[in-house]
């Protein structure tokens, strides 16, 4: 009987910990990832990167009519929600730039538990880490203050979070439906795509944005396609 016990003792002190963070809720690894989000903007604040952003102007079937591509370098600000400031050469700022930078900044991960209904699906590997995929898909009846809160507000798509430290190391979204945002025009696309890389202290910060956006009206039909591009991060200064 003694040695039954032990038996069980030895075998049950032997067997690994139970992972708590398998049964980890998704709102609740939101709400780590969003803490962890903040962290790193503020310690990219120290860096600096070349960004180069290609925008496209795409017809109705979606061929490309134009193609421009630009080069920028972006600088940290005290907004870090928007990532930078874009500069070119010169030291200025065009529309382009502003239009680029508004698309960086990424959706307010404190907003998304409460806006969209969030799931969990298998775990994925991303950069070679082992990540929470989190799904996410719109609650209906949700309010809104301005067009762009609209258009989030019918968002459909998925996060990858590093298990580890809860870092987004890549999004992807698309619209799950067209939004009308004046009396006769509707954005009918909006598909996006973020990954990201590490920095040489081994933190991932972004690499890439990728945006295509549609929007049409009687006798009128505007669509591009952007992509920006960050590399060469340095501390500034240096």
Not at 116 to 136: H, K, P
């Amino acid at each position: 009987m003694l040695r039954s016990l032990l038996a069980v003792i030895l075998l049950a002190t032997a067997l690994p910990a139970a992972d708590a963070q398998s049964d980890l809720p998704p709102a609740e690894i939101l709400r780590r990832a969003a803490r962890r989000d903040q962290v790193l903007r503020r310690e990219r604040q120290r860096y600096e990167c070349d960004v180069r952003l290609t925008v496209e102007s795409l017809d109705r079937a979606g061929a490309v009519t134009e193609t421009r591509t630009k080069n920028y370098v972006m600088r940290p600000t005290a907004d870090i929600s928007l990532g930078g400031e874009l500069l070119d050469a010169s030291g200025k700022t065009d529309k382009d730039a502003v239009e680029a930078r508004k698309f960086m900044a990424v959706m307010d991960l404190d907003k998304m538990g409460p806006r969209y209904e969030l799931t969990r699906e298998n775990n994925a590997s991303e950069s070679g880490r082992e990540c929470f995929v989190i799904r996410y898909r719109p609650k209906s009846g949700q309010p809104y203050d301005s067009n762009e809160e609209k258009i989030m507000n019918q968002l459909t798509g998925r996060l990858w979070i590093a298990r580890d430290d809860f870092s987004i190391l890549r999004s992807e979204g698309h619209l799950e439906r067209p939004v009308t945002v004046a009396l006769v025009a509707s954005v009918y696309r909006l598909d996006f795509a973020y990954r990201s890389a590490p920095l040489p202290s081994g933190e991932p910060a972004p690499e890439s944005f990728e945006l295509a956006l549609a929007v049409k009206a009687p006798f009128y039909h505007s669509a591009q396609r952007q992509r920006s591009v960050l590399s060469r991060y340095r501390v500034v200064g240096r």
